[in-house]
T-cell receptor
Framework: DAGVIQSPRHEVTEMGQEVTLRCKPISGHNSLFWYRQTMMRGLELLIYFNNNVPIDDSGMPEDRFSAKMPNASFSTLKIQPSEPRDSAVYFC????????????FGPGTRLTVL | QKEVEQNSGPLSVPEGAIASLNCTYSDRGSQSFFWYRQYSGKSPELIMSIYSNGDKEDGRFTAQLNKASQYVSLLIRDSQPSDSATYLCAATDFGNEKLTFGTGTRLTIIP
């Protein structure tokens, strides 16, 4: 079975540009999570969805960040405008709510904002 | 503020020995606990889940949970160089999907 799929795997952009990260969860999973990982702050939950509905976005750093889940098999995380401090690895994870909530991570997107 | 604490290491263990990784958590309501392995430059990989007090074994891995002491551990028997990675401990409480992660312990297995 395919795991969580993320694209792009690497993104290099200039400050002020819009960045869109994409995620396809594991088929049958009904919860999706966006994380950010840096050396300084470790792994941080940004937002999560259940049945395509945002449940908790308290980790979203500021209004420059937005996330959508238009259907069960696709989600986006958008940063507009991007800043150098947004440079990090962004992970998407999915789980089936009710099965002990085991989360499975995608390969991540390494974002560099110059 | 829910917290999960781990010794950041690095923890160095000779090949073939038992590696012991420890984790404490602050929220007594925590019910489910997870160990993830993360190789450098890769994503976290779920290797063990534990929900009840006691031990849970899977191959060379044993997770131990003591809710009274708010303590979770991961034992790796017959350590191999391929076990060298950062190990993340995570916890969540009943009905909550949000995981609280520790900062991870870096493990190095010395051949």
């Amino acid at each position: 079975d395919a795991g969580v799929i993320q694209s792009p795997r690497h993104e290099v952009t200039e400050m002020g540009q819009e960045v869109t990260l994409r995620c396809k969860p594991i088929s049958g999973h009904n919860s999706l999570f966006w994380y950010r990982q840096t050396m300084m702050r470790g792994l941080e939950l940004l937002i999560y969805f259940n049945n395509n509905v945002p449940i908790d976005d308290s980790g979203m750093p500021e209004d420059r960040f937005s996330a959508k889940m238009p259907n069960a098999s696709f989600s986006t995380l958008k940063i507009q405008p991007s800043e150098p401090r947004d440079s990090a690895v962004y992970f998407c994870a999915s789980s089936f709510r009710g099965s002990y909530n085991e989360q499975f991570f995608g390969p991540g997107t390494r974002l560099t904002v110059l | 503020q829910k917290e999960v604490e781990q010794n950041s290491g690095p923890l160095s263990v000779p090949e073939g020995a038992i590696a012991s990784l420890n984790c404490t958590y602050s929220d007594r309501g925590s019910q489910s606990f997870f160990w993830y392995r993360q190789y450098s430059g890769k994503s976290p990989e779920l290797i063990m889940s534990i929900y009840s007090n006691g031990d849970k074994e899977d191959g060379r891995f044993t997770a131990q949970l003591n809710k009274a002491s708010q303590y979770v551990s991961l034992l790796i028997r017959d350590s191999q160089p391929s076990d060298s990675a950062t190990y993340l401990c995570a916890a969540t409480d009943f009905g909550n999907e949000k995981l609280t992660f520790g900062t991870g312990t870096r493990l190095t297995i010395i051949p």
